[in-house]
């Protein structure tokens, strides 16, 4: 049972690291939550894993479990998933402002990027003018 969460833990933070390090901000998020959920198990686990064991003290219980690695995790739960929904509103953001998801310096820096800028398609790269919408044809 330790192997298997420990190869668990193992994997979840390789993929996590390997997914954090990419240049796009999906796979970014997607890493960083796998990193919280390893962490997770990882604190989970230090609460030495017990079956049928009550998490309290009673006078009928011969053993029981620490309840503070539970207790630990649930409010990591909650703190990843508010911090996971701010994480997702600044990559939107980011990708209508930017017209792409890449996490590098725009311009020279990361010359990929202007290659699936969909603003820049169409336009000349030095062109910053944007387009006349229908209201402004119509008027």
Not at 6 to 19: F, H, V
Not at 34 to 42: E, G, K
Not at 57 to 63: F, K
Not at 90 to 98: I, V
């Amino acid at each position: 049972m330790e192997f298997l969460i420990a190869t668990a833990i193992g994997a979840m933070t390789t993929a996590g690291i390997y997914l954090v390090l990419r240049a796009r901000s999906f796979p970014v998020i997607i890493g960083l939550s796998l990193l919280t959920y390893a962490t997770n198990l990882f604190l989970f686990a230090t609460g030495r894993l017990a079956v049928n064991l009550p998490p309290v003290i009673s006078p009928e219980a011969a053993a029981y479990v620490d309840p503070l690695p539970q207790a630990l995790v649930l409010t990591a739960i909650v703190i990843s998933f508010g911090m996971t929904a701010v994480v997702v509103v600044m990559a939107l953001r980011a990708y209508l402002e930017t017209g792409n998801d890449h996490v590098d310096l725009p311009g020279e820096a990361s010359p990929e990027a202007r290659e699936d800028d969909w603003k820049l398609l169409g336009r000349k790269q030095g062109d910053t003018a944007r387009p006349p919408s229908a209201v402004e044809e119509s008027v």
